[in-house]
């Protein structure tokens, strides 16, 4: 309690969860206001119009539709990820931390060897082996399983840490079960800093999906911010200057990350008093 | 009961690390804990006191050497921390930060295995804050972090009146705290022997504080009990050099400790 | 072993750890095309055939098949079966000749440029890419660390404007920052190139037009990474500077009346620390980052030569790019993780107690 | 002449919300060459902020409120950091720290960080001069030189380390040192050896002027010829060691001696008594006797009055009521 106090005492982080409030209240609000339809109501490209206020892509769809459904997609995608990332990450890093041992011993070699393998090449080679059936799930899901080793490093380090404190070893002596120990004990210290690390995960889930559709790799079921940048590039509307092609499409992106990354610095702000000040 | 032998050690001994940077924390150690008593254990820092501590505890195995209490080896930690309970050095990192005192000196009652009625916990907590000196409503919905250094030891010598364990292992209680209050923490222990019966093991590397306690004092060095008798004795009749030296290296006030 | 060169132990220690996860890597290489329904042998099939009748479409195609490892080979010729058809390996034997073929330096050939190599494609590729990354990624940090470690040691007016700029910086995603250097400074001004590594009329060579021309096209590409990497590296430096500040050797060494220069290098090389470490665990993202800008900039390096490959379902180029791009970040993670160790007295110290790497 | 000359001094910090909290109020002592004071209390009693104030090092949010500090003769307050930094700091008043561990930075040898502080203060010496001179200092103390001057910290041991630090503080002989609780963290016989480190160092003249902070009282018996109680921010009692040990007027003095024990025949019965209760928050303004609230001899006027520091018997008390 005391910690969301202080939380909303900093400007940055009310300004970023404001953000990423209103973003998510967009998404899933905007189809209500807005009538969403994918298909073709216009030339291509067609310039923005007072009814059409952000014109029409390649297939003379709806821009504004396109993107109510991109910033769907990109959370959803982000979220899923970050939720698969940080649980199995929080769930080996803790554990192999609080266990220590041998245990411990291969889940960090695991652990370290596929942080060093870069997670976004995984992507790329299964993102290609699946040419039919690529869904936006799978892409969530696929993104969640390369990167949830990060927050299982930074976990194990404070799992770790917190292993040999006196009150680990009282609640031993109370009789607490390793379970409890895990969860009463140790969860709660560390839990800010799972939550920023799922921030961090939900920010990046975001921006792989982004990036592999960038490369036409991205979900074939539906539209995300990724696959209408991506359109831009191949159709060549950035090097014609529409900007209505990629322009809005990069600023709802950037604002969503700005945000996630808001909340996360300000935190971080928050844990290490010494930024204070 | 007065008398027997709770904790005895032979030939014990406790290793850490492999090959040829093995450390003997413990080296070949016998002795043995009478029920009622209370054993210092004195030693620099890296002499194995805490070590042994932990063995008593069950937190470390001897790695060879027989190590038993009340006659058998320590294999069930659950039953055996019914009996065997301890506090420890740091009182702040004892406590878990995200619950109130009173609740978790209330947890302490997970070691049983039946627990009593909820109004008894209560009822055990209460009388174990007032026998530290506490009023139950000064520390009510309080967390860790809002008392001060030597509450928060008072505190954990609160969980011990709640267990009242047979026996108590006290890792250094005094040496976070001030030295205005080591009397106030040294005042409960003995409180705890005398109200309690409870046996204690005293672990300081101070052998003033341990002459004011026990009735037995140990004297470790490099992992192995050099010395062991009655405070009188061993103060004003130590045997070996390295208690002579522990002695002369106390800064007392009436006596020539360094010169000048 | 070795115990006297604790310095030689180390190097090796990391290396065998690093060979270990290069093979891992290779196995993944090996293994996840293979994960979905288009089976590699299936598209080599349907790839090779096109357009050609069907004897020089079967002869292509057993070529192929030979020079993937995906049949039985014996003294060079095809082992067949009574039908005369190709014997098929078996996925064992399949990944035994991918190994055989990675260690030989062989990444097969390229489905679109036949006959051309993969691995003369990469060759053409890697030179324009490191040329794009290496001093990207080490400016971009050093100027960042510099400037954060500034930023944390001054505080005040200095640290007030830089620190918000550097993160609004860092939070943009280097795909996005490249699409609006492109539409802002080549496309609605254009006084940069929108795309290319050089001018398509010129010849690679050494001449002062083609040099001109392909520093000319460096710059937007390069400002795309760079300040995004060295806003980011700011934000990390301020807080690890912020925090070392507080530490008991800086006032220590305050109280001794050290010269403001050295306490600041006490500072920023502690502080440092940590942010190599972040360096080099961050180096895959930051170079698959990278490798998307270069598509952007259409920029005549891996990246690109990968997004062809990925468009024409290229897999034998596809394969040797990822693998080319996991082998550089390997490398990359071991040269950091060496200097790492010598940098820090801890880490051999913890080494020599036995506590290994 | 005196040498070190404190007048009511005052030293608060400044909170992030503007609030200020006076660590210390009106510490006045002076000291002759040669003297060694010890100053004690409990902890959170303004000692460590005391000592920052005697070097004349501010760093925020520490600030002076009022009050001088001078060393033979000259003030350290209003001087800019540089001054402080150059003509003050090593050469006039040096610090040994608390917690030697994390005083010396981990990723720097022993000799370097000593080299700093000399090219930090000595212009025109080359590297190899002082190196020898380093090598010099470092014989005196009994260790290992060669292998202590070219370790990183983590390779020696904690009483190395300490011995290390106070040779690093005393490297350019200087006329003032404040030790600042050198010896809490390490057990007793390595506390002997670290004093008679300091002793060593005494005899050898490479400086003759000590200020000794600790929280053990009987410790300062041996180390101090004065002693200098604080409570709460304020000197309590001031008088010669045997004055304040032996026959303490302060009712705080008294309460701290009574709440000592010790290992001496005939000592095991004597009941000692801890001293209930908190000092008081300094961040509020208070009226009357800071220990008013612990005191056992607490009367109504005390809780209301400010004490002013007294003669009682040759030595300052800082209580109307003592004798």
């Avoid at chain 2, 006659?71 to 995200?98: K, L, M």
């Avoid at chain 4, 959170?44 to 005391?50: A, I």
């Avoid at chain 4, 001696?257 to 004597?270: D, I, V, Y």
């Amino acid at each position: 309690m005391k910690l969301l106090k202080n939380l909303l005492k900093s400007p940055m982080f009310v300004i970023g969860a404001l953000l990423f409030l209103s973003t998510l209240l967009i998404a899933l609000l905007g189809p209500v206001f807005y009538k969403v339809t994918m298909e073709r109501v216009g030339a291509q490209y067609g310039a923005p119009t007072a009814q059409f206020l952000l014109g029409l892509d390649d297939l003379g769809r709806d821009y504004v539709s396109l993107l109510l459904r991109g910033l769907r997609s990109s959370l959803f995608v982000g979220l899923l990820a970050g939720v698969i990332a940080t649980t199995i990450g929080t769930l080996v890093g803790i554990y192999g931390g609080f266990r220590g041992g041998v245990v411990d011993d291969v889940l960090n070699m695991l652990t370290n060897l596929f942080v060093v393998i870069p997670s976004f090449v995984v992507l790329i080679l299964i993102s290609a082996s699946f040419k039919e059936g690529r869904s936006l799930t799978l892409i969530g899901v696929i993104i969640g399983m390369t990167t949830w080793t990060w927050s299982a490093r930074a976990v194990r380090a404070q799992s770790a840490a917190l292993k040999s404190k006196d009150h680990i070893s009282l609640a031993k002596l109370n009789g607490d079960s390793t379970l409890r120990v895990l969860l009463v004990h140790i969860l709660p210290y560390i839990f800010s800093y799972v939550f920023m690390v799922f921030i961090l995960q939900v920010s990046s889930g975001i921006l792989s999906e982004a990036a592999i559709s960038m490369i036409g790799l991205g979900p074939l079921d539906t539209v995300s911010l990724g696959t209408i940048l991506n359109q831009a590039k191949n159709t060549g509307a950035l090097g014609d200057g529409i900007w209505w092609a990629f322009i809005p499409a990069t600023v709802v992106i950037t604002l969503l990350v700005f945000a996630l990354y808001l909340i996360n610095t300000s935190m971080e702000g928050v844990f290490n008093p010494r930024l204070r000040k | 009961m007065q008398n027997d032998i709770l904790f005895e050690a032979k030939n014990c001994a406790c290793k850490f690390g492999h090959g040829k940077k093995v450390v003997k924390a413990v080296d070949d150690v016998t002795f043995d804990i009478k029920d009622g008593e209370i054993v210092s254990l004195v030693g620099g820092s890296g002499c194995g006191k805490s070590v042994l501590a932990k063995m008593m505890l069950g937190l470390h195995h001897p790695t060879s050497g027989a190590f038993t209490y009340k006659g058998e080896p320590i294999t069930d930690y659950q039953v055996h921390w019914r009996e065997v309970q301890a506090v420890f050095q740091d009182p702040f990192s004892c406590f878990n930060q995200f619950f109130t005192i009173r609740s978790q000196l209330k947890s302490a009652f997970g070691i049983y295995k039946e627990k009593p009625s909820n109004f008894e916990m209560e009822d055990r907590v209460d009388q174990a804050l007032l026998a530290v000196n506490v009023k139950p409503s000064e520390v009510e919905g309080k967390y860790p972090f809002e008392l001060s250094g030597g509450q928060m030891q008072r505190m954990l010598l609160a969980r011990i009146f709640v267990l009242r364990p047979k026996v108590l292992i006290a890792d250094e209680p005094t040496s976070m705290v001030d030295a205005c209050v080591r009397a106030n923490i040294l005042d409960y222990l003995m409180k705890l022997k005398e109200e309690l019966s409870m046996t204690i093991v005293f672990i300081t590397h101070d052998i003033g504080l341990a002459y004011y306690v026990s009735d037995r004092l140990f004297i470790m060095h490099k992992g192995k009990i050099i010395e062991q008798g009655a405070p009188d004795d061993v103060t004003q009749r130590p045997k070996s050099e390295h208690t002579v030296q522990l002695l002369e290296d106390i800064p007392e006030i009436h006596k020539e400790w360094i010169k000048r | 072993m070795l115990k006297q060169y604790p310095t030689i132990r180390f190097i090796l220690m990391r290396a065998g750890w690093y060979f270990m996860t290069f093979l891992v890597a290779v196995t993944i290489n090996f293994y996840l095309p293979r994960l979905g329904k288009n089976n590699p042998v299936d598209i080599i099939m349907g790839k090779a055939g096109s357009g050609l009748s069907s004897e020089d479409a079967r002869q292509k195609e057993e070529k192929y098949l030979q020079e993937f490892g995906l049949v039985k080979v014996k003294d060079g010729e095809i082992v067949r079966n009574a039908e005369g058809k190709p014997v098929m390996a078996s996925k064992l034997e399949q990944f035994g000749n991918y190994i055989k073929m990675c260690f030989m330096g062989d990444l097969g050939t390229s489905f679109q440029t036949y006959p051309k190599k993969v691995l003369d494609v990469i060759k053409e590729a890697v030179p324009w890419t490191i040329a794009l990354q290496l001093p990207t990624i080490l400016f971009g940090w050093i100027v960042g660390n510099v400037l954060g470690a500034l930023a944390a040691y001054r505080r005040g007016v200095f640290d007030k404007v830089f620190f918000p700029f550097a993160l609004i910086l860092s939070a943009f995603p280097f795909f996005v920052f490249g699409m609006l250097l492109v539409y802002i400074f080549a496309v609605l001004f254009p006084w940069f190139p929108a795309m290319g590594g050089y001018a398509t009329n010129l010849e690679i060579a050494p001449s002062l037009a083609f040099l001109s021309s392909a520093a000319y096209h460096y710059i937007l590409p390069f400002f795309s990474i760079f300040l995004i990497l060295a806003g980011g590296q700011a934000i990390g430096m301020r807080s690890m500077g912020i925090y070392e500040l507080g530490t008991d050797y800086i006032r220590y060494a305050k109280s001794l009346g050290l010269k403001e220069g050295k306490v600041l290098m006490y500072l920023f090389r502690n502080a440092m620390l940590p942010q190599i470490t972040g360096l080099a665990l961050s180096l895959g993202t930051m170079i698959g980052g990278a490798l998307i800008t270069e598509m952007i900039f259409s920029y005549p390096g891996l990246g690109m030569a990968m997004l062809t490959a990925i468009q024409n379902s290229d897999y034998p180029m596809i394969q040797g790019c990822t693998l080319i791009i996991t082998v550089s970040v390997l490398i990359a993670n071991f040269t950091v993780d060496i200097l790492i160790g010598f940098l820090d007295p801890r880490v051999k110290a913890g080494l020599q107690m036995g506590k290994g790497a | 002449m005196a040498i070190f000359e404190v007048d009511k001094l005052s030293l608060h910090y400044l909170t992030r919300f503007g609030q200020k909290i006076h660590a210390v109020t009106d510490v006045s002592f002076s000291m002759e060459q040669g003297e060694i004071l010890g100053i004690a209390g409990e902890s959170g009693c303004g000692k460590s902020t005391l000592v920052n104030g005697l070097m004349g090092l501010f760093i925020p949010p520490l600030y002076p409120t009022s009050g001088d500090v001078r060393v033979g003769g000259e003030s350290l307050m209003g001087r800019t950091p540089e001054d402080v930094r150059a003509s003050v700091l090593s050469r006039k008043v040096s610090m040994i720290p608390q917690g030697a561990f994390n005083a010396l930075n981990p990723t720097r040898k022993v000799k370097d960080i000593a080299a700093d502080v000399m090219a930090a203060h000595l212009k025109g010496v080359d590297k190899k001069q002082i190196y020898e001179r380093l090598k010099d200092r470092f014989d005196l103390f009994g260790m290992d030189t060669k292998r202590v001057l070219n370790s990183h910290p983590i390779q020696l041991t904690a009483g190395e380390r300490q011995r290390s630090v106070i040779g690093i503080s005393t490297l350019l002989n200087p006329q003032m040192v404040i030790a600042d609780e050198p010896t809490s963290a390490l057990d007793v016989t390595t506390q002997k050896v670290v004093i008679k480190m300091i002793f060593d160092l005494l005899e050898k003249g490479i400086f003759s002027t000590m200020i000794f902070i600790t929280h053990e009282l009987p410790l300062l018996r041996h180390v101090a010829n004065n002693i200098a109680i604080m409570y709460a921010g304020e000197i309590v009692e001031k008088g010669t060691a045997e004055q304040v040990v032996f026959d303490p007027r302060h009712p705080y003095t008294k309460a701290l001696m009574g709440a000592m024990l010790s290992a001496e025949p005939g000592q095991k019965h004597r009941k000692p008594t801890a001293i209930e209760g908190a000092p008081p928050n300094l961040a509020n303004a208070i009226t009357g006797c800071r220990f008013a609230e612990r005191c056992p001899s607490v009367c109504a006027e005390c809780k209301q009055k400010k004490q002013e520091i007294r003669i009682v018997g040759e030595r300052q008390v800082r209580c109307d009521y003592a004798k």
